[in-house]
Nanobody
Framework: QVQLVESGGGLVQPGGSLRLSCAASGLTLDYYGIGWFRQAPGKEREGVSRISSSGDSTIYADSVKDRFTISRDNAKNMVYLQMNSLKPEDTAVYYC????????????????WGQGTQVTVSS
């Protein structure tokens, strides 16, 4: 059974940092690209960042570029999202998702999804 479990969310002040983790089980992560998505209350889910299966290719949404960094450790079956200079508009539930050969941040490319972790940026 494939499982993706996010962790690391919480409450942080504007300008602060958080590191989200995505733990994968039931699949060999080496074969999967991983995306991070987020959904704020009353808004549609949006793609945040994607990393290729090998880790040599990454993409970011314009809204998080230069603030967020995605990385992975295939040996540990883990993917991370380092979030710096957080803003109130980053408040959302963050999800990781896995798909084979994913190239974009389009949800339909991803087969497996985690349950999400809440990130709240507020003073």
């Amino acid at each position: 059974q494939v499982q993706l479990v996010e962790s690391g969310g919480g409450l942080v002040q504007p300008g602060g940092s958080l590191r989200l983790s995505c733990a994968a089980s039931g699949l060999t992560l080496d074969y999967y690209g991983i995306g991070w998505f987020r959904q704020a209350p009353g808004k549609e889910r949006e793609g945040v960042s994607r990393i290729s299966s090998s880790g040599d290719s990454t993409i970011y949404a314009d809204s998080v570029k230069d603030r967020f960094t995605i990385s992975r450790d295939n040996a540990k079956n883990m993917v991370y999202l380092q979030m710096n200079s957080l803003k109130p508009e980053d408040t959302a539930v963050y999800y990781c998702a896995a798909g084979v050969g994913v190239l974009t941040l389009e949800s339909y490319e991803y087969n497996y999804w985690g349950q999400g972790t809440q990130v709240t940026v507020s003073s």
